[in-house]
């Protein structure tokens, strides 16, 4: 009476109660950033700024936070695209986690937001303020804040803004305040209005317009949804999760795959797994799939700002340039300058591979398609491109004859991103 | 070091194994259907049309159906709605069953429409056609045919198909065929485009239509995603898990919620439960949420068609009448004339209660704004009806002060349904 494995339960009593903080497992030093941390200690919350320094290897998830992450569907199954596998004829073991069709707002940015969000209610806080490029963040941010009775405010980047009407609606729905960045709100953004009044925006610009307002109001914080460390640890609990999971069934990946735009569920899921290797030498693969619109991991290694306008501080890593145009694709959360520090130092370190797909995003729509034929499952366009990258990997393994243990991350659902799979796939 | 609990999970090793067939507990026989029976023995699958009048009370799902069971998900979690309990400070404690949120395509429909795909597959079929109202049932009947590698053929109820553009989209990325019903595809589609060019349909219609075109293709059959015993059957998976999860926290439910159109969401989580009343006198009570636009509950109990034309035999039912012109709703899942046979028989001896809830549909959209506000997930506008009569019942427990234990069922999330709550709540 053997059943097929599909799906690899993780029973709620068993979840991880700490997050890990791989910092003082990596090969050097993370390089301190550089340039005025005034703002930024001003406006960020207390418990993520220490979070963000900590060289702590495991840091709590307090209960409270703990009962939360019950609440919005943690732990999330892992399954077995047995049914994928099989039409690829791969002897390839193919795993994917599923953050975005199990959380309440249609990603893994949940995980941290509503970390940050308790941080910021138990700080005392009234108001938390932040940007959002696809809207998966934003979305993330206003639920979050909503729970634990904060308010919200959303810069979000125009040019995503103007048509994913239906995200937006669900932002006002959790109550947030919802502004197109570039917007009239800041000085930022009036200066670029000035320029052209239809500025379709970018990830840096709606940073810098949201720290510009909570740095106007004492009883708000500027949060983010990616690159810095303290959102990475928060992430960690998703492959920390799958580390469990595929234990339970005998199984260590030998690649682990996923989108990468900021780095936020690359991280997630890869950092557990890459600890292991820092410690233990073992031989795992880590590829990240991104857009050639922001190929940031093929871009130079060196000091650049965040946002757009150079109010965050420098940070060392993977940059295009803090003012470089990127061309938009509907995987519009891959679009951003520059990776988490964590991860370039990785990447620079030879611990991860990219690989960067066409601007027309066919090819991503495709592979998406396939596993939605197959799996049943609709991932955001973001997550297609990890669909891509864990179809390649598996075609390969089909190429060599190797039997490899494959992890990808499907970080989003794409039921309100259909405009995307109608456009390039014509519908 | 106690836990809050907030979520219930079920290991995949302990998914119930087989479906409950309530009729041979029923307190007196089904009565049988009236009428031609010759187009739905020729139409139906067989093992379905086997199912519908069998007398077992317990029916294996076969080991390749759980496997596939898994893949789309199951078993799905079952929350305590500990935030909005507070907010009602009500005395009652309410679970809620996430069946949307954590199903590929969207609702409780997958449940049944992969058993009648993998049935349908197993029997050398083709092509599945049907019809849908609300677009949840044409979803998942979509996907489940792609999945097991069947086409699709879906009748949409056109007054939903023309505004409803992401869920078509969606049908058609799974390779679905899908037509405004009325269509010109159909000698009733015909007849009632002439009359009307514009004609907004109904699912009686839709039916109509569906069973005429797979009458003329031997390689075809009709599925119904709701109404009809298979259907309920395949649906109690929902309740079987809910009593195994609550079990392990000691709970059994007082009062069992959920919305009610022709009874398939019902049926599926309040089946099981209806059973142990039956069966050992036990108290629960059964609450069926329902719109003012159909209340079919409070109709007549008597013989009638499921679909328009009178293709279908009539069944033993409530209805208002199987030409009722009923007018539009957002909650469009629940606008049918006719109930389950299996639910009016136990409504007529007194075993469901019904409460309808307005046209204007303010009152659920506002409940829902309120679940999602404390909970976080956002429900369907049908599954809005079953938050808002969960939430009439948490406040009846706080008037009477008594501690009941209360069950409701979110059967679809609502994130292709944004207009609704963006019309109703004017965002």
């Known amino acids: 009476m053997t059943r097929d494995i599909r799906q690899v339960s993780l029973p709620v009593r068993d979840m991880p109660t700490s997050w890990y903080n791989i910092i003082p497992d990596l090969p050097e030093p993370l ?34 936070l703990q009962a939360i992450y019950q609440q919005i569907g943690r732990p999330r199954p892992l399954f077995r695209a047995a049914n994928l596998e099989k039409l690829l004829d791969t002897p390839a073991e193919m795993y994917y986690k599923a953050e975005g069709l199990f959380s309440p707002t249609g990603s893994h940015k949940i995980n941290t937001a509503i970390a940050q969000a308790y941080y910021g209610k138990r700080q005392g806080l009234e108001r938390l303020v932040t940007e959002t490029g696809a809207g998966q963040w934003g979305t993330a941010l206003s639920c979050a804040a909503r729970i634990t009775g904060l308010e919200a405010t959303v810069y979000w980047v125009r040019a995503v803004y103007k048509w994913k009407e239906a995200r937006r609606d669900f932002m006002k729905l959790y109550g947030a305040e919802v502004f197109a960045s ?127 306008s150079g109010i965050t501080p420098r940070l060392k890593m993977y ?70 990258a864990a179809i390649d990997e598996a075609e390969a393994c089909k190429e060599s004859g190797e039997r490899k243990v494959i992890l990808f991350n499907v970080s989003g659902h794409g039921f309100m991103d259909m405009e995307g799979y109608k456009r390039v796939l014509h519908l």
């Not at 960020?44 to 495991?58: A, G, P, R, T, V």
């Not at 999760?241 to 690649?255: F, M, N, T």
């Not at 939605?372 to 991932?379: A, K, Q, R």
């Open 31 to 64: 390089s301190a950033p550089e340039g005025d941390m005034s703002a930024m200690g001003k406006v960020m919350i207390k418990e993520c700024l220490d979070q963000e320094f900590s060289s702590e290897n495991w840091i709590e998830i307090p209960e409270e």
């Open 182 to 308: 570039p917007s009239g709100n800041t000085e930022t953004g009036r200066k670029l209005l000035n320029e052209d009044a239809e500025h379709p925006g970018s990830l840096a610009i709606a940073i810098s317009e949201g720290l510009e307002d909570a740095l106007l109001d004492n009883k708000a914080a500027y949060v983010l949804g990616s690159v810095l460390n303290h959102v990475l640890l928060h992430q960690t609990i998703i492959g920390l999760e799958c580390r469990k999971q595929l234990e339970s069934i005998d199984r260590y990946p030998d690649v682990v795959v996923s989108c990468l735009g900021g780095g936020s569920n690359f991280g997630g899921i890869a950092l557990p797994f890459l600890g292991d290797v820092l410690k233990s030498g073992r031989k795992t693969r880590f590829v990240a799939a991104q857009t050639e619109a922001a190929p940031n991991l093929q871009g130079e290694y060196r000091y650049d700002n965040a946002d757009y």
């Open 319 to 388: 940059t295009l340039g803090h003012q470089k145009d990127m061309p938009p694709v509907f995987g519009d959360g891959l679009r951003y300058h520059g990776c988490s520090p964590i991860l370039s130092l990785l990447r620079n370190k030879g611990y991860i591979e990219t690989v960067a797909y066409p601007i027309d995003e066919k090819r991503v729509f495709e592979s998406a398609r396939t596993f939605l034929s197959e799996e049943g499952f609709l991932p955001a366009p973001e997550s297609a491109y990890s669909v891509a």
